[in-house]
């Protein structure tokens, strides 16, 4: 639909201008800075920073209801630079002219509910939202959209050029990153740090065909960090992590998409999430904060992270119910099969206890839990979404099991239901499930694969077959109605077929 065709009163707010005034604020010590230049940590106190919207004031001028109809109309407009994450611009990047949005498909994500059996199994109403079918098949596009945006906006301003942006990943951040990046190649070069086989098949070969850097480190995804934050202190590169707070603001579209999705009605809804560095869970809150200081949501949902046994940094910090006697703790992470969030000192941590704290004032009660959940856990999840129609990876199997054991706890009550973040594809992660249908997983992962979920190929080729066809050597006549015959039969023995 064009513009002309909506109603009039919300006409002037279809298309928006930049707008606002965008700083990075520290968390540690409250000072201030322009956004000119590309800050991760505050130069005073070396604190992680936030994206604060100075005059944030204006947007609440304008009713929720307002803008919902905004929201919602905009959504039918053909113009590709509103259909990602700048839909909602004004809480986005109000800063960023729409010609500066680099837009590749991401976001809007679909919400599927489960079936019946599914939804037993929790006893609630489920969705999982599939966030693998985001372009480089993972959340991380949405903060991918919202940086590249950004460092589009400050080459057509001149402030910078021939950007080497740069990343450590445990996988997916280096697919997105090296895919938006590649988008810009005339002035953006990407470079991706990896830990040596602790990223999928999958995840390694995507950084590769879209023409990064692609650099192996010995250790896991916390050493990669280190260097790359070293690279970014003492060289002239770009971090794409998800320290860079730009990277959160274009992830806090998740929630608003799941506020459009259900009607801007959040009440007796639970939304489900890995944690990994922790940038996902910084952004869904500040999002759905947002959402609610504006008046667009009326409700704050219920936020459960949830975090395997084998990297648990954050479980173990709100595990102490005294915030005064609360410190954080870095852990050594073991082999996890949510590979992605196998983080044991996640950089966001200050900005989840600012937010979480915030959270939990704003709702009137406790309304962030998080939730551990075994390896095995995640995978028998996983295998039993796929097994009912879903695409989720093992951290959308992790959700399912956190949402198990939060139901457990009395956490989650029969009146509610889950929306469960499938934060990649399942392709991604296949190796797993390879794993486990073979039963070859290393021991510390310490997963024993259940028989009713497991699942084979089976080679028909019966031995008295004389003649069986080869690519390039098809077979014919009799020799290929013979083959056909037998293989038939073989295979209607094996399903247990009944002659018609
Ligand atoms: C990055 C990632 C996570 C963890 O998200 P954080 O923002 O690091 O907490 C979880 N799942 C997948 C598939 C990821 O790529
Ligand atoms: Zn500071």
Redesign the pocket.
């Known amino acids: 639909m064009k513009p002309e065709d909506f109603p009039k009163e919300i006409q002037p707010y279809l298309i928006p201008k930049p707008s606002g005034e965008l700083i990075y604020r520290c968390l540690g010590c409250g000072k201030e800075y322009g956004i000119q230049k590309l800050l991760y940590v505050c130069p005073n106190c070396g604190q992680v920073l936030l994206i604060h919207d100075r005059e944030f004031d204006r947007i609440k001028k304008i009713p929720g209801k307002t803008w919902r109809q905004i929201f919602d109309y905009r959504k039918m407009l053909n113009i590709p630079s509103l259909k990602g994450v700048y839909l909602f611009h004004e809480f986005i990047g109000p800063v960023i002219p729409l010609d500066s949005i680099v837009y590749l498909g991401e976001a809007h994500t679909p919400v599927i509910e489960s079936n019946e059996q599914l939804s037993e199994m929790a006893g609630i109403r489920i969705y999982f939202k599939n966030d693998g079918q985001n372009p480089s098949a ?3 596009d949405r903060g991918m959209a919202s940086a590249l945006s950004y460092i589009k906006y400050l080459i057509c301003q001149g402030l910078v050029s021939d950007v080497l942006a740069i990343c450590a990943s ?4 280096s697919a997105a990153a090296a895919l938006y990046a590649s988008y810009l190649q005339q002035h953006v070069k990407s470079a991706v740090l990896l830990p040596h086989k602790k990223v999928t098949p999958q995840q390694l070969a995507q950084p590769l065909g879209s023409g990064a850097a692609v650099f192996e480190i010995p250790g896991v995804f916390d050493d990669c960090m280190k260097i790359v934050e070293a690279l970014s202190e003492n060289y002239n590169v770009a971090l794409l992590n ?1 320290k860079n707070p730009w990277r959160i603001l274009g992830q806090e579209s998740y929630s608003y998409e799941i506020a459009q999705a259900f009607e801007y009605d959040l009440a007796d809804k639970v939304v489900v999430l ?8 910084t952004a869904v809150i500040s999002g759905f904060l947002k959402f609610y200081e504006t008046g667009i949501i009326e409700k704050l949902p219920k936020i459960i992270g949830v975090q395997s046994e084998h990297a648990n940094p954050v479980y173990k910090y709100y595990l102490e119910p005294d915030a005064e006697k609360r410190r954080f703790k870095p852990v050594t992470v073991r082999p996890s099969v ?1 590979q ?2 196998m ?1 044991g000192n ?1 950089v ?1 941590m200050p900005r989840v206890i600012h937010l979480v704290e915030k959270y939990n004032q704003q709702a009137g009660d406790q309304h962030i839990f998080v939730a551990q959940v075994t390896e095995q856990d995640i995978m028998d999840c996983q295998l039993t979404a796929n097994r009912n129609g879903h695409v989720a ?1 093992t ?1 959308g199997g992790e959700c399912l099991a956190g949402l198990l054991v939060a139901r457990q706890k009395g956490l989650v009550t029969d009146d509610e239901s889950a929306i469960l973040d499938s ?2 594809h399942a392709l ?1 992660f296949s190796g797993f499930q390879g794993m486990y249908f073979e039963n070859n997983f290393p021991a510390d992962y310490h997963i024993t694969p259940r028989s009713e979920l497991t699942n084979r190929p089976k080679m028909v080729c019966p031995e008295d077959l004389k003649h069986v066809p080869a690519p390039g050597k098809p077979l014919h006549g009799e020799n290929l109605t013979h083959f056909v015959n037998r293989i038939s039969e073989e295979i209607a023995i094996l399903l247990d077929l009944q002659r018609i």
């Open positions: 993972s959340f991380k445990t996988g997916d951040t998800s890995p944690i990994g560095n922790a940038g996902n869970i949510a992605a969030a983080i996640p966001s990876c951290h934060t990649a991604k």
